[in-house]
């Protein structure tokens, strides 16, 4: 049955591969166009930043092309038909981690003039070690995304043509591996703003073409009321995924993943001439990324208004959840020529903005952290020094292809999978900034065993999860009962449920869960949460630091000056061990004890 449904669908006609074929030729050209300019090449410096040459909404643009993935256009969709409107909470989180972005990490970081962003790791701790533990895990982090995120696009181009999953990485890995290497920074973010403009002209379309369909905004309305879509779980247990409070956590927590403490969000920030200007971008972000969701959120109600009588998941007609979507296009739109393409041209432009960003951000990340003080490497010319960059970026891009292609036979919801790994690499990165930051007294002994704590927390629970088998999450009311009608389908053999009642999870008790049941909406917090009391008790045993030796500017203001109050209280006076003049003026930091 399946197979049959497949093959009646319509394929990519001339005017598809047009729509999508202009997208992908246009970026290959920005990235030529970049490639050979002078000051793209002039200095590593403007190959990785380009610090004060780019247009405030173009950087703004990209900040939401590197956040905003193949995953999110695909995923929000199917959390919006499958699970409800549980997602939309998310935005309550988002709010507070971008208000966290503006009031403290943005005027912590900015002010440094960093170019790798862990290089605070150094400046605050007086670590190299911790700098370069914190690199690797978020090399892993951003290495592993780049093989999810040319994964997923895979899903929807395998529906509408015959070519197979791989041969559609290698050929959107090479486009965009071409296009970041040649023109660096200013390619990534001229690129970002083609890609982010076809990203919500895509779901836009499917939205008016669905509503449409279905004879309006009141009937598709009508429709999502009556399948619960709006129906909001408050439970609060840490084992229920779908809850308004696990999207809200979930939420903040992808707040800081994508802009608190990643080198791809912070290269945009510092390319900005003020931090006032870098706040205000930071702000119009964040409305734009909600906005974004929104709309990728309401494509996937587009969707449930079309099959809320045959869902094509239960009628066996699409193998994965993330799959409807693109079904969709082919099913109800595909006779409408170029919506395929303009569809497609949307995820694979999530895919390539995201790719594209976090490829150039790696580059900059070994050069920066591990290349550039070797002797070799220091004393190259800086034409010489953007080829080694250039290598690197290309570098990035084909093991991430390699990677994409050996996720290919991963099994699961895309956010879940991309989620468990996300995780697992990026808490312990979180973990070591925020300590920094917010707990003046924490020092390098504390952030490595915090950092360590929250690396084995998140892994222990990923790969137990993985091993004993993702727990299929409770989907709303799915009903096949239109589908001998319209599909030529007999209701009566294919499974449903009842209306308004979801498939029955497990009994929320201590008996019926196990610590790999946690939801993955809550994984990351918990890993932080953990890693950084970790890192303050050990710190509280090994001896605080003394707020007078570290560095101006590495702690935020309004922390910085309570602990300073608090350790005068405390002793009297700056250090009851070490006379005043030893104090190396807050040129470096250092540890003593109390």
Same mark, same amino acid.
């Given at each position: 049955?399946?197979?049959?449904?497949?093959?009646?669908?319509p394929k990519f006609s001339t005017l598809d591969y047009v729509v999508f074929g202009a997208m992908l030729v246009i970026s290959l050209l920005i990235g030529l166009l970049c490639g050979f300019q002078r000051n793209t090449s002039s200095s590593p410096l403007n190959y990785v930043q380009a610090k004060g040459s780019l247009a405030p909404p173009a950087i703004m643009l990209s900040l939401l092309g590197g956040a905003i993935s193949a995953?999110?256009?695909?995923?929000?969709?199917?959390? %919006?038909?499958?699970f409800g409107a549980e997602f939309l909470i998310s935005f309550v989180g988002i709010t507070l981690g971008m208000t966290l972005l503006y009031f403290i990490l943005l005027p912590t970081l900015f002010t440094l003039n960093l170019v790798s962003i862990h290089e605070y790791i150094e400046l605050r701790y007086a670590s190299p070690v911790l700098r370069k533990l914190s690199c690797l895990s978020q090399l892993l982090n951003l290495t592993l995304l780049m093989g999810i995120l040319l994964y997923a696009p895979s899903v929807a181009l395998c529906t509408v043509t015959n070519l197979p999953s791989w041969a559609l990485m290698l050929f959107l890995g090479c486009v965009c591996t071409f296009y970041t290497t040649l023109g660096g920074v200013r390619a990534v973010v001229w690129t970002d703003v083609l890609q982010v403009i076809v990203m919500v002209l895509g779901p836009i379309t499917i939205i008016a073409l669905c509503i449409t369909e279905v004879g309006g905004v009141g009937q598709a309305w009508a429709i999502v009321q009556n399948g619960s879509r709006f129906t909001v779980n408050t439970d609060p247990s840490i084992f229920v995924r779908n809850s308004a409070w696990g999207t809200a956590v979930y939420g903040f927590y992808l707040t800081l993943m994508f802009f608190g403490a990643n080198q791809a969000a912070f290269q945009r920030f510092s390319s900005m001439r003020s931090l006032q200007m870098a706040q205000r971008i930071s702000l119009l972000t964040g409305v734009g990324w909600i906005i974004l969701w929104s709309v990728f959120f309401f494509s996937g109600l587009a969707a449930y208004v079309v099959y809320h009588?045959?869902?094509?998941? %239960?009628?066996? &007609?699409?193998? &994965?959840?993330?799959?409807?979507?693109? =079904?969709?296009i082919m099913d109800r739109l595909g006779h409408l020529r170029g919506v395929a393409g303009l569809f497609v041209a949307a995820v694979c432009g999530g895919a390539l903005s995201s790719t594209s960003s976090y490829s150039n951000s790696i580059a900059c990340l070994i050069w920066e952290d591990f290349l550039k003080e070797i002797t070799f490497f220091s004393r190259l010319s800086p034409t010489s020094s953007v080829?080694?960059? &250039?290598?690197?970026?290309?570098?990035?891009?084909?093991?991430?292809?390699?990677?994409?292609?050996?996720?290919?036979g991963l099994k699961g919801h895309i956010i879940k999978i991309a989620n468990l790994i996300v995780v697992s690499t990026s808490s312990s990165v979180f973990t070591v900034y925020l300590a920094g930051i917010l707990n003046p007294w924490v020092n390098y002994k504390g952030a490595i065993a915090g950092l360590v704590a929250s690396s084995c927390f998140s892994l222990w629970i990923a790969i137990g999860s993985l091993m004993q088998g993702m727990s299929p999450t409770p989907m709303l009311h799915l009903s096949t009962a239109g589908c001998s009608t319209t599909h030529g389908t007999t209701a009566?053999?294919?499974?449903? =449920?009842?209306p308004n009642v979801t498939q029955a999870p497990p009994p929320d008790s201590s008996e019926s869960n196990t610590i790999y049941d946690i939801s993955d909406f809550y994984l990351g917090i918990l890993s932080l949460i953990l890693g950084l009391l970790v890192a303050n008790i050990i710190s509280i045993f090994t001896g605080v630091v003394n707020p007078w030796t570290l560095r101006t500017g590495v702690?935020?203001?309004?922390?910085?000056?309570?602990?300073? =109050?608090?350790?005068? &209280?405390?002793?009297?006076?700056?250090?009851?061990?070490?006379?005043?003049?030893?104090?190396?003026?807050?040129?470096?930091?250092?540890?003593?004890?109390?």
């Open positions: 049955m399946e197979e049959t449904a497949q093959k009646e669908l995953i999110s256009i695909l995923g929000t969709a199917t959390e %919006a038909y499958y009588d045959c869902d094509p998941l %239960a009628s066996g &007609k699409i193998r &994965k959840h993330d799959m409807i979507l693109s =079904y969709l080829t080694v960059l &250039k290598m690197l970026s290309l570098l990035a891009g084909v093991v991430g292809l390699i990677l994409g292609i050996l996720m290919d009566a053999l294919l499974t449903t =449920y009842p702690l935020a203001p309004p922390c910085e000056r309570f602990y300073k =109050y608090l350790w005068l &209280k405390i002793h009297g006076e700056r250090n009851p061990y070490i006379p005043k003049e030893a104090i190396p003026d807050g040129q470096r930091a250092a540890e003593t004890l109390l």
